[in-house]
């Protein structure tokens, strides 16, 4: 470093100002840290970070019911559940094309499992309801052929329904596809509606263009080459049903004209889709199902809280369930007792294990502490199996109790599929993560304190609590936080010895993401548990303050 023979800047040695240089290295310094932690940074992102968004998200997201019914949900909202007996027709023949696009899709089943989380039975109508689509439409599309035979020919259809000027129309369509499917529908399909026939025929336009893109882009077929399907049909009928296509249609020239002029003048079905439905299951006069769709019809909902602390989401606002459905709270108090327990038991049992520990030669305190961390080296599946084994009626320690004559042979204890066998099992699994934060911080503790203690003419007990425990209580509180967290997430074990009274919420969890496949439930349900235990942090922080937990040092 040099300087200036004047009043300038200091210099570095390769001639930049000082303070230029030093602002360089000491954005390098960070560049360098940054580098260094940018992996587990990224690790933080990926698993812990972006799976916690994921779940708040899937909590409230609702919109499988919009995407796969886009037609009737607008149509219910003019539905007033407290004046109305049913819905209008215009609501079923938008239920009616919604539901054919979805099976064709392979989607209704999906919305009818959503809707069945909250009404029981709505999968099975909807499963079936979306089979038998095509038969309504087979009604139309029988006397539709009858009155001009070219109707059965898909090179007549294409003929009359192609052009110009549909541009936006086939844009709609493709969104409709792509929130349905989440697949992309953006390739060329070889077809543009034309916009004589939209503005003459617009329900037959729409359903014909549904066909037209999902035959290209899903089929892989060629539009001009198929007949199209029974909806198409069943949408002509009902433009034909309009007072005003027929002079619409007596004045166009297009394709196809004097098979529509003659169509429009023929008898075709009077069948009511509302009627159509109701044929196919008594179950769409019941109220309960359209008033279901109504109340979880918004793309966000409430409903997986709700129903996370046994409440509903009904069309008068919210009502507790009834008193024989209501499982979680129950679920979430039985979490907490239960861990704080288990919390309790092993600092009754760590704590004098790890004081041992402790005090003892180093040699032994070793030989000891490979017994503790032995656990850990032995699958936790195996070790909770080893306790099913234990604690059931004809197990070892009923044996050995039976044997002593502690316990009548007719009156064994029952240790399994309880809070007991829960309790007994965790603590033991658990027990490590105690003794090894209370074993690093009695390990700081001078013994010279009690010898000072005692040589002031305190009692070993008063030495203990007055000089040794309070030292100790650092330890207590990261173990304890260390134990109660671990606990109330605990899945394996509760499921295996805990039966029906000794299982936790994380059980529950378990049950919706792997067999209801009720997720958003199941996300829902977690994050309560993870603003649970935040909380509980919170107020131990205030109380305890997070400052005086340590593991040693």
């Keep these: 470093m040099s300087d200036t023979t004047g009043s300038g800047p200091m210099l570095a040695a390769d001639g930049r100002p000082l303070k230029e240089s030093l602002g360089r290295a000491l954005r390098r310094q960070k560049l360098r840290a940054l580098a260094l932690i940018a992996p587990l940074l990224f690790f933080v992102l990926l698993t812990f ?28 909202a003019a539905w007033d559940s407290t004046t109305q007996d049913l ?35 709505l999968a099975s109508l909807f499963r079936t309801s979306g089979r038998n689509m095509d038969s309504i439409g087979e009604v139309f599309q029988d006397a539709i ?22 541009d936006a129309m086939l844009e709609m369509r493709r969104a409709r596809w792509e929130n349905l499917t989440e697949q992309d529908m ?75 002029q003659t169509l429009a003048a023929a ?114 599946l195996v070790r909770t199996s080893a306790w099913k084994v234990l604690l059931q009626q004809q197990g070892v320690i009923n044996e050995i109790l039976v044997w002593l004559g502690f316990v009548d042979d007719a009156n064994r204890l029952i240790l399994m599929n309880n809070s007991t066998g829960t309790i007994i099992a965790m603590t033991h699994i658990l ?19 009690l010898r000072a203690a005692k040589s002031l003419g305190a009692t070993n007990w008063t030495a203990f609590w007055r000089v040794y425990f309070p ?12 134990v109660f967290i671990l606990a109330i997430g605990y899945y394996i074990t509760p499921e295996i010895v805990g039966g029906t009274d000794g299982v936790f919420i994380s059980n529950r969890i378990a049950y919706h993401i792997s067999s209801s496949l009720n ?20 107020c131990y922080d205030r109380i305890v303050g997070i400052d005086n937990v340590k593991l040693g040092g």
């Design 49 to 76: 970070v972006i799976p916690i968004v994921s779940m708040l998200i899937r909590s409230v997201d609702n919109e499988i019911v919009e995407n796969t019914l886009p037609g009737a949900v607008p149509a219910l």
């Design 87 to 121: 819905p209008s027709e215009d609501v079923y023949q938008n239920m009616f094309f919604d539901l054919f696009n979805a099976s064709e899709a392979r989607r209704h089943t999906r919305l009818g499992s959503r809707l069945n989380y909250e009404t029981t039975g």
């Design 145 to 166: 052929e009858d009155v001009d035979p070219r109707f059965e020919e898909g090179a007549f259809w294409f003929e009359m329904m192609n052009g110009t000027g549909g």
């Design 186 to 260: 953006s390739a060329d399909i070889g077809f543009m509606p034309s916009q004589a026939i939209i503005e003459i025929l617009p329900t037959t336009a729409a359903a014909y263009t549904d066909w037209a893109i999902w035959t290209v882009i899903d089929e892989e077929d060629v539009v001009s080459e198929e007949d199209p399907w029974e909806a198409v049909y069943a949408a002509l009928a009902i433009d034909l049903r309009d007072p005003a296509t027929g002079p619409a249609l007596a004045a166009y020239q297009g394709p196809g004209a004097d098979a529509l």
């Design 267 to 380: 008898d075709l079905p009077d069948l009511t889709f509302a009627q159509a439905f109701l044929d196919l299951d008594e179950d769409w006069a019941d109220k309960e199902v359209w008033e279901t769709i109504v109340v979880y019809s918004p793309n966000y909902t409430t409903g997986y809280f709700l129903n996370a602390v046994d409440a509903q989401l009904t069309p008068e606002g919210v009502s507790m369930r009834p008193d024989n459905q209501q499982l979680y709270i129950q679920l979430f108090i039985r979490t907490l007792q239960m861990s704080l327990i288990i919390t309790g038991s092993c600092i009754l049992l760590g704590y004098p294990i790890a004081w041992l520990l402790a005090n003892l030669p180093v040699r032994t305190a070793n030989v000891l502490m490979i017994l503790v961390l032995l656990p850990f080296w032995t699958s936790l």
């Design 431 to 449: 027990l490590p993560f105690m003794i090894l934060p209370l074993y690093s911080v009695m390990k700081t503790i001078p013994p010279s304190y």
């Design 471 to 482: 030292q100790s209580v650092p330890g207590i509180g990261a173990g304890s936080i260390l």
């Design 519 to 538: 997720w958003g439930l199941a996300a829902a349900l977690g994050t309560i548990l993870l603003v649970l235990v935040m909380a509980l942090y919170w």
